[in-house]
């Protein structure tokens, strides 16, 4: 069975995507295994709300939320949601989390194909070790960051594709 680590860089809905496969493979995925990458709303197309909903039923998908408002001082959110892979062993709809392994990695690499990737992975130039390079915005925000941010006017879109899955 072929890897599914991948070996290129190309343009990818959304952004860059880097891959190198043979660096990642003798990595074995410590950028996957510490925190799966985040998602930024560009990687569920046009119907975001059925694209929610689909990904939070699969059991797959959850919410998390960047504490305090990601814009900074002067604004008053006490948290911003953003969605992200499920971490392997929790259950929770929303689930705040600063580490765990993402629920789609294999010993093979990562089983999504590489263009439904999220954004947050796509922008990652592998270099061999951890933390590998992260092509961002240029404002040297990380990915957790940037994904709270475009995020933050789609909150009640996030709020009621939770509902709507009949998840928790
Ligand atoms: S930490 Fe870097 S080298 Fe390792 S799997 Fe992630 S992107 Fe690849
Ligand atoms: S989606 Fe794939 S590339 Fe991104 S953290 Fe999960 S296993 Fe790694």
């Not at 959850?62 to 392997?88: L, N, T």
Request: aromatic share 10%; proline share 6%; with cysteine.
């Amino acid at each position: 069975m072929p890897s599914r680590w991948g070996l290129r860089k190309h343009r990818g809905t959304g952004g860059s995507m880097y891959e190198k496969k043979e660096l990642c493979a003798a990595c074995g995925g410590k950028c996957c295994k510490g925190m799966p990458g985040s998602a930024f709303p560009s990687d569920f197309g046009e119907l975001l709300l059925d694209a929610l909903v689909e990904k939070f039923q699969s059991g797959l998908w959850v919410i998390d939320w960047w504490e305090g408002d990601p814009r900074g001082k002067g604004y008053r959110m006490a948290q911003s949601y953003f969605v992200r892979p499920a971490i392997k062993g929790a259950n929770a709809l929303f689930h705040p989390s600063w580490g765990g392994e993402c629920i789609f990695l294999s010993e093979d690499g990562c089983t999504l194909p590489s263009d439904e990737r999220p954004l947050g992975c796509k922008r990652l130039e592998p270099g061999g070790h951890s933390p590998c390079m992260y092509h961002g915005d240029g404002t040297g925000k990380n990915a957790k960051h940037e994904g709270a941010l475009a995020w933050l006017k789609h909150q009640l879109v996030i709020l009621q594709a939770a509902k709507l899955s009949g998840r928790r």
